[in-house]
């Protein structure tokens, strides 16, 4: 029998903490040495959002390099994780009767291998991606979650990848070790709050937390993410914070770990 996996919400931060040792990359590094090895690993990554549901299903997802205006050693960086159609398969079936696609041409985007290049370096655990439709409700990004838990028992880690503060137009790239702004560090402690007291509606409920929450998710894609971990972590578990601290004053690099 499989052991039983946690599941983690990583705040994936910029493109060059692929190539970084710092606080944030060693506390990725060391979340990756505190479990078994997973059977395979389910990523939510902010950085593929649309319309309607997919999973990748190549054999070998490519590794898409989806920025610019960095160095260009990041370019040349590959994450040659296998892929898992019996992963995909299981992901279509648990999310039944909402319409799953196969994508066998979609990679694995920076918000997910930026993070796994450190959790697991070998890049030998197979990786599967599920795209945000951005067409639906918070609700049901965190009951997608739900629906997906199962697969915690069957030795599958299920990762969300994204930012709880997340606003690029705010961000100072000229003070990276910026400590936050006020109100990214008190939406900040106001999700750790709400997370810790299985606030699950709030969490949900977001766009109704006030100024903070608007500075903070001025779009969704980042926050989206932590529904799905949320929604997978079971009602009696209390959460763990592996890594934590702001990047740039806007940024959040919190990281979240049910069981």
């Not at 499989?2 to 990725?28: C, D």
């Not at 980042?222 to 578990?237: F, M, Q, R, S, W």
Request: aromatic share 10%; net charge negative.
């Amino acid at each position: 029998m499989a052991e039983r996996m946690p599941t983690i919400f990583f705040g994936h931060g910029n493109p060059m903490l692929t190539v970084s040792q710092n606080a944030y990359t060693k506390g990725w590094s060391e979340a990756g040495n505190t479990f078994a090895r997973p059977k395979a690993v389910l990523a939510v990554s902010a950085h593929w959002w649309g319309k309607g549901l997919a999973v990748t299903s190549s054999p070998l997802p490519a590794t898409i390099h989806d920025f610019y205006g960095f160095p260009e050693e990041l370019f040349g960086i590959t994450y040659p994780a296998p892929g898992s159609l019996e992963l995909a398969s299981r992901v279509r079936e648990l999310l039944s009767p909402e319409r799953v696609a196969f994508d066998e041409n979609r990679g694995l985007d920076h918000g997910t291998w930026t993070v796994l290049r450190h959790v697991f370096a070998s890049a030998d655990v197979p990786v599967v991606q599920l795209s945000i439709d951005g067409s639906r409700s918070s609700q049901f990004h965190y009951e997608a979650g739900r629906r997906l838990a199962p697969l915690r028992k069957e030795g599958v880690l299920i990762v969300g990848s994204g930012n709880i503060v997340h606003n690029l137009s705010l961000y100072s790239w000229e003070a990276r070790d910026l400590f936050g702004f006020d109100w990214a560090q008190r939406f900040d402690k106001r999700v750790r709050e709400l997370l810790s007291a299985r606030g699950d509606a709030q969490l949900i409920d977001y766009e109704n937390l006030g100024k903070d929450a608007r500075l903070s998710i001025p779009t969704p894609e980042h926050y989206l993410p932590l529904l799905y971990v949320l929604g997978a972590g079971d009602k009696g578990e209390r959460p763990s914070f592996p890594v934590e601290g702001m990047d740039g004053g806007a940024m959040s690099m919190l990281a979240v770990r049910f069981g």
